[in-house]
């Protein structure tokens, strides 16, 4: 069966320090990966996307950047946070040919 | 205007009521889901439709693509069920979801 693994689950950074989360995925291959995020108050909204290893789509100007080092694997970064990126991140990945997504248990971020 | 629009905003209810939430799309759709979001955060996939009505347990979602329209029901609802139900359309050549902002339920015994 397949899994969707993200950590940090909980995440207090102060302004202006960097970010790194990430997501694992296991018992697939081959998945589109997806960065989600919501923040306080609003929907989600996708980040980033990924149809492949080292491919990369963003959908929104930000300060954060995505990579796909490896098949099943996909990390949020940024250099220098800012109080805006406070929100809660939702990694998700689907079968290529298919709709339904599978999201895994998220991390909330805190910037101070 | 955003893309994908839910009905009501929150939403409380006795125990036992009959419940349901709407949300109407502006896009062209591969694909509409009906996700559950529980207080921790963690999201659940209830229901991918593209047609007609699909039903699981007490679950019962429905979309009219002409109207570009869907309903989610609750029959008999529990406390248990208490989340925000958000809706979702598959769009665009890549079929990424776009998101409704969610309906917050809350079901008092």
């Known amino acids: 069966s397949q899994t969707i693994h993200q950590w940090p689950a909980t995440l207090v950074q102060p302004v202006g320090s960097p970010l790194s989360l990430e997501c694992t995925v296991e018992?697939?291959?081959?998945?589109?990966l997806y960065w989600y995020r919501q923040a306080a108050g609003r929907g989600l909204q996708l980040l980033f996307y990924?149809?492949?290893?080292?491919?990369i789509s963003s959908e929104v100007p930000q300060n954060l950047s995505a990579s796909r080092p490896q098949d099943r694997q996909f990390i949020l970064s940024s250099k220098k946070l800012l109080l805006s990126d406070s929100g809660f991140y939702l990694c998700?990945?689907?079968?290529?040919?298919?709709?339904?997504?599978?999201f895994g248990p998220g991390t909330r971020l805190t910037v101070l | 205007k955003n893309e994908v629009e839910q009905s009501p905003q929150n939403l409380t209810a006795q125990e036992g009521e009959f419940i349901t939430i709407n949300c109407s799309y502006s896009?062209?759709?591969?694909?509409l889901h009906w996700l559950q979001q529980h207080p921790g955060g963690g999201i659940v996939s209830l229901f991918m439709?593209?047609?007609g009505k699909k039903k699981h347990g007490r679950l019962i979602a429905t979309i009219n693509i002409q109207e570009k329209h869907s309903s989610l029901h609750i029959t008999a609802s529990h406390p248990r069920d208490s989340a925000v139900y958000i809706c979702?359309?598959?769009?665009?050549?890549?079929?990424?979801?776009?998101f409704g902002k969610g309906t917050k339920l809350s079901v008092k015994p």
């Open positions: 998700a990945w689907r079968w290529r040919g298919t709709d339904t997504q599978y």
């Open positions: 990924s149809v492949g290893i080292g491919q």
């Open positions: 018992g697939t291959s081959n998945p589109n």
């Open positions: 439709l593209s047609s």
């Open positions: 979702a359309v598959a769009a665009g050549s890549q079929g990424n979801l776009i």
């Open positions: 896009v062209g759709i591969s694909a």
